[in-house]
T-cell receptor
């Protein structure tokens, strides 16, 4: 069965600093991975996705993630964060039924 | 504009009073689903639908019903709400079942059952 573990529930960081949000997955089948972002009082929107091909995936708003099969990880990174990046981030794996299996979320708090 | 629309955004109700949360998408998507979001638990799938008249249970279906009579609509029904169903609910749609495509989410419905 597929599962997702987000290793940090909260990540505080200062503006313009780099950030990494960590995600490990477990899957016995082909892996399809996503990062979604939820801004305060809004729904979720897709940041980026890995379906196949290059292991370095670039998404919106300057975020990128690297798929590492040997370490079963899909960490999200941004070299320089802004206040507007304050949000909750969800690592997600596509299950064998095509459903989305979510991690418990990481709250990124960017401080001035 | 491609979107998933949920109504209402906020709802306070009393235990046992039946309610329906509507969800509509304008992207001709086959796959629709409902999730609930609770602090520290992430999003958990309640029910999903692979197409019209085809629905199935997700991870936490107890106390909920759904129907899919039209492709664009997927309402969530709470026949007898209880306080443990107080949560933030999201409807989502995507192109095809098992296609591993992007899911589009509604804005959410914050339900309080007292």
């Amino acid at each position: 069965a597929q599962s997702v573990t987000q290793l940090d529930s909260q990540v505080p960081v200062f503006e313009e600093a780099p950030v990494e949000l960590r995600c490990n997955y477990s899957s016995s089948v082909s892996v399809y991975l996503f990062w979604y972002v939820q801004y305060p009082n809004q729904g979720l929107q897709l940041l980026l996705k890995y379906l196949s091909g290059s292991t370095l995936v670039k998404g919106i708003n300057g975020f990128e993630a690297e798929f590492n099969k040997s370490q079963t990880s899909f960490h999200l990174r941004k070299p320089s964060v802004h206040i507007s990046d304050t949000a909750e981030y969800f690592c997600t794996v596509s299950g064998s039924q095509g459903n989305l299996i979510f991690g418990k979320g990481t709250k990124l708090s960017v401080k001035p | 504009e491609a979107q998933v629309t949920q109504n209402p955004r906020y709802l306070i109700t009393v235990t046992g009073k039946k309610l329906t949360v509507t969800c509509s998408q304008n992207m001709n998507h086959e796959y629709m689903s409902w999730y609930r979001q609770d602090p520290g638990l992430g999003l958990r799938q309640i029910y999903y639908s692979m197409n019209v008249e085809v629905t199935d249970k997700g991870d936490v279906p107890e106390g909920y019903k759904v129907s899919r009579k039209e492709k664009r609509n997927f309402p969530l029904i709470l026949e007898s709400p209880s306080p443990n169903q107080t949560s933030l609910y999201f409807c989502a749609s995507s192109g095809k079942f098992r296609a591993h495509t992007e899911a589009f989410f509604g804005q959410g419905t914050r339900l309080t059952v007292v």
